[in-house]
């Protein structure tokens, strides 16, 4: 069965540190995403990589930056991170480049900031 | 541009009532539409896909969603729910550029006795 896995469920981080979430999927999938998530606001995509090193900037990436070294693993960095990045985080993956790909979810990391 | 609107961001209902949940989309392409649920705590999980072929898609469950083009709607159903149905429950359309999706708001689904 297809597992994606991010590696903390609640994380606590202060004003100005650098945060790294990580996520790791082990169905050899090209595409990797990252969303977060508030409410009314539904999902938003901040960064996407379809390959190794490869990554492309979503809809919200200010602030954010990715490291994709090995397939099976996509990070998100918070460079400093402010209180306004307070919320869940998503990661996802899925099959090669086609539109009709169903993308597969984590249980998400929710990140305070305080 | 393409874009997802889902009309309810809250549905309650009570037990073995019937539900719908609403979403709109507007593309000028041809689409892909999915319909995820997260549960409590939980990350999204696929219920559904429209990809192409008949328009009542069936997904797990019990929901089913109907694809209607001339209304450029993808409305999400189940004729009777349960208590392990409340949720959110998320509207999607691909992107023209491969692998993405465009999420709607989400709609919460809170199921009573």
């Known amino acids: 069965d297809v597992k994606v896995t991010q590696s903390s469920r609640y994380l606590v981080k202060r004003t100005g540190e650098k945060v790294f979430l990580e996520c790791v999927q082990d169905?050899?999938?090209?595409?990797m995403f990252w969303y977060r998530q508030d409410p009314g606001l539904g999902l938003r995509l901040i960064y996407f990589?379809?390959?190794?090193?490869?990554?492309e900037k979503g809809d919200i990436p200010e602030g954010y930056s990715v490291s994709r070294e090995k397939k099976e693993r996509f990070s998100l960095i918070l460079e400093s991170a402010s209180t306004n990045q307070t919320s869940m985080y998503l990661c996802?993956?899925?099959?090669?480049?086609?539109?009709?790909?169903?993308?597969?979810f984590g249980d998400g990391t929710r990140l305070s900031i305080l | 541009a393409q874009s997802v609107t889902q009309l309810d961001s809250q549905v309650p209902v009570f037990e073995e009532a019937p539900v719908e949940l609403r979403c709109n989309y507007s593309s000028s392409v041809s689409v892909y539409l999915f319909w995820y649920v997260q549960y409590p705590n939980q990350g999204l999980q696929l219920l559904l896909k429209y990809l192409s072929g008949s328009t009542l898609v069936k997904g797990i469950n019990g929901f089913e969603a109907e694809f209607n083009k001339s209304q450029t709607s993808f409305h999400l159903r189940k004729p009777s729910v349960h208590i392990s149905d409340t949720a959110e429950y998320f509207c999607a359309v691909s992107r023209n550029q491969g692998g993405k999706l465009i999420f709607g708001q989400g709609t919460e689904l809170s199921v009573k006795p």
């Open positions: 996802a993956s899925s099959l090669v480049q086609g539109y009709d790909q169903p993308q597969h």
């Open positions: 169905m050899d999938h090209e595409n």
């Open positions: 990589s379809y390959d190794v090193k490869m990554k």
